[in-house]
C-alpha cells in the first residue's frame, strides 16, 4: 500500500507522544493536533488507513452491452467518489471498487441516477415524441435525451466534489494505491473509447435541463442495505 507522507509523519509522532519522556511526548501530541487540523483529517482517519489492507468492492447489475451515456454516468459517478468502476460484458455486472463508505455510496448513487435518467427520458418521448416518428429518428432522440441528461448530473457531481471533496487531501494517495492494487489483482482490464455521437438538440437540450432537477443528494444519501444491488 502507498502512504502518504502525511500519514506516515502522523503515525510516527503518535509513536512519539507515547515516549517516557514528558516533553518529547507533549511535543510530538501537539504536531499531531496541528498536522490533523491542516489536512482536515480526524484520528479515525488515521485509524482506518491503519487498517484497510485492500479496497472494497460492489457489483451491480447493468447489461451487457453499455450505452455511451450508461459508461459516462459510471465514470461521473465513480470520479466523483474516488473509486473506479469496471464493466463485465460477458455477465453485465458493473464493479466499483473503492475504500470504505466511498464505493457503497458510488454503486447506490449509480443505480439511483441510471433507474432515475430512465424514468425521466420515458416520460420525455412518451410526451414529446410522437409515434408517427420514425424508428430511427426516435432512438437518436432518446439516446441524445440521455447523454444531455448525464451531462448535467456528472458536471453537477463535478461540482459538488469541489465544494465538498470526498476524500481529505492526506489520504488521496493512499486510496488510489489501494484502487491501484485491486486493479492489477483483476487484470486484463479494458479501457472503452466512445466514439463521436449524432445528437438532437432539442433531445439533448431537454435532457440537460431534466438533468439539472435530479435530486443528486437523495442517491448519495440513501444508502444501502447489502452489498449487491440489483435493478
Known sequence: MENSPIIEKIKK???LANSSNEHEAALAASHVQRLLSEHNLAMADI????????????????SKSLPKWVRH???GVST??????IHHPASGKMTFIGVG????IAAYTFTYLDQTVRKLCRTYMKHHVGGTVA???RELMRQSYYLGAVSTITARLREQKVQTPVTSGALVPVKEGLIRQALHEIGNVRTMYSRRSYINSDAYSRGQTDGGQVGIRHGITGGL???KISR
Not at 54 to 61: C, F, I, L, M, W
Open 47 to 62: 485509524e482506518a488507513v491503519h487498517k484497510q489492507e485492500k479496497a472494497d468492492t460492489v457489483e451491480t447489475d447493468t
Open 101 to 104: 463508505a466511498d464505493v457503497q
Open 73 to 75: 454516468l459510471s465514470a
Open 13 to 15: 509522532l503518535l509513536a
Open 80 to 85: 466523483a467518489f474516488d473509486c473506479q468502476a
Open 225 to 227: 442495505s447489502s452489498r
Open 135 to 137: 424508428n430511427r429518428h
